[in-house]
């Protein structure tokens, strides 16, 4: 048994959101603040299934910083690895509150500041499985410090995941972008990404098989291709194994986050020793849950709906 189940690493940042729907953020004059950042919301959503999950992230020594910590913490994640940079502030995020694709400005400072030193084999020699994603990979120093710890995490027996949520706004340099997240799947990586993180990282329209192929190319072993409404496909053993999930018929209220809960309730239960089709259910279960709460998931849920 591992201390914790998740490690998740990489940014934690404030969004500040328009209250009321617009067109754009021009349009938009009154915001309020939220904790934002993929690894926490995926510890969070783990932690609140009873996982035991820690966050490796960078804030500003400042009250929003103070603000992000005091926020994760009450999801239940051991908040005691996040760094305090002395000299970037906390980063933020403006969004636009919108009913299509939303409007939104990065001001990237403390989150990209992790650095190796942050990341300890120890750290790593506990925890069964490494999460990040492609906005922590996008920038230095948390680019390289990310890539290499993936690599001791391998060599320690520490799961490598990766939600590859490319965006050309946030990393705009494609090319680098595909040679950084291939070094990264290369440890045997764990992939999640949905038709539209495929449409982004490849710069236009490209088949499924064609990303499972190219993603196992890399050395990932697992590729999780998620398609909205059509389900989704797993290939597994480096693309030896592949099966196909359906959607169960619901009303969607909010689909906000629904990746993150599909892929929670993945590893929540391939943690668990569940075979790749369990996993796959379990993925989708918590994702339903997700996909009729308005808001994130209860502070508490229990573990026992992912096997329903």
């Given at each position: 048994?591992?201390?914790?189940?998740?490690?998740?690493?990489?940014?934690?940042?404030?969004?500040?959101?328009?209250?009321?729907?617009?067109?754009?953020?021009?349009?938009?004059?009154?915001?309020?603040?939220?904790?934002?950042?993929?690894?926490?919301?995926?510890?969070?959503?783990?932690?609140?299934?009873?996982?035991?999950?820690?966050?490796?992230?960078?804030?500003?020594?400042?009250?929003?910083?103070?603000?992000?910590?005091?926020?994760?913490?009450?999801?239940g994640?051991?908040?005691?690895?996040v760094?305090?940079?002395?000299?970037?502030?906390?980063?933020?995020?403006?969004?636009?509150?919108?009913?299509?694709?939303?409007?939104?400005?990065?001001?990237?400072?403390?989150?990209?500041?992790?650095?190796?030193?942050?990341?300890?084999?120890?750290?790593l020699?506990?925890?069964?499985?490494?999460?990040?994603?492609?906005?922590?990979?996008?920038?230095?120093?948390?680019?390289?410090?990310?890539?290499?710890?993936?690599?001791?995490?391998?060599?320690?027996?520490?799961?490598?995941?990766?939600?590859?949520?490319?965006?050309?706004?946030?990393?705009?340099?494609r090319?680098?972008?595909?040679?950084?997240?291939?070094?990264?799947?290369?440890?045997?990586?764990?992939?999640?990404?949905?038709?539209?993180?495929?449409?982004?990282?490849?710069?236009?329209?490209?088949?499924?098989?064609?990303?499972?192929?190219?993603?196992?190319?890399?050395?990932?072993d697992?590729?999780?291709?998620t398609?909205?409404?059509?389900?989704?496909?797993?290939?597994?053993?480096?693309?030896?194994?592949?099966?196909?999930?359906?959607?169960?018929?619901?009303?969607?209220?909010?689909?906000?986050?629904?990746?993150?809960?599909?892929?929670?309730?993945?590893?929540?239960?391939?943690?668990?020793?569940?075979?790749?089709?369990?996993?796959?259910?379990?993925?989708?279960?918590?994702?339903?849950?997700?996909?009729?709460?308005?808001?994130?998931?209860?502070?508490?849920?229990?573990?026992?709906?992912?096997?329903?």
């Open positions: 048994m591992k201390k914790y189940v998740l490690l998740s690493v990489g940014e934690l940042l404030v969004d500040i959101i328009g209250t009321d729907i617009q067109e754009s953020i021009l349009q938009t004059s009154t915001f309020e603040r939220f904790q934002g950042g993929s690894p926490a919301n995926m510890a969070a959503n783990m932690a609140r299934l009873g996982m035991s999950t820690a966050i490796v992230s960078c804030v500003g020594n400042d009250n929003l910083g103070i603000f992000l910590k005091n926020e994760v913490a009450k999801t994640i051991d908040v005691s690895h760094a305090t940079d002395e000299f970037q502030p906390t980063s933020t995020v403006i969004v636009s509150r919108t009913k299509g694709t939303p409007d939104f400005i990065a001001y990237r400072t403390a989150d990209r500041m992790i650095q190796s030193h942050h990341i300890p084999d120890s750290l020699a506990e925890s069964a499985i490494f999460h990040t994603t492609c906005f922590a990979l996008s920038q230095e120093p948390a680019q390289s410090a990310i890539v290499d710890a993936a690599k001791r995490a391998n060599s320690l027996g520490c799961r490598v995941s990766l939600d590859a949520n490319y965006a050309i706004q946030i990393w705009a340099d090319k680098q972008a595909w040679e950084t997240i291939s070094a990264y799947c290369s440890h045997d990586g764990l992939v999640k990404l949905s038709e539209d993180d495929a449409e982004r990282i490849y710069g236009y329209k490209v088949s499924e098989e064609q990303v499972i192929k190219d993603f196992h190319a890399m050395g990932a697992l590729v999780c291709f398609k909205g409404g059509d389900g989704s496909t797993i290939s597994y053993e480096k693309g030896s194994k592949q099966i196909h999930l359906g959607v169960k018929p619901i009303e969607v209220i909010d689909a906000t986050g629904a990746g993150d809960a599909f892929w929670a309730g993945f590893l929540t239960a391939f943690s668990e020793g569940k075979s790749i089709e369990i996993c796959a259910n379990a993925g989708g279960n918590l994702a339903a849950l997700k996909l009729v709460t308005k808001g994130p998931l209860p502070a508490v849920v229990d573990k026992s709906v992912l096997y329903l």
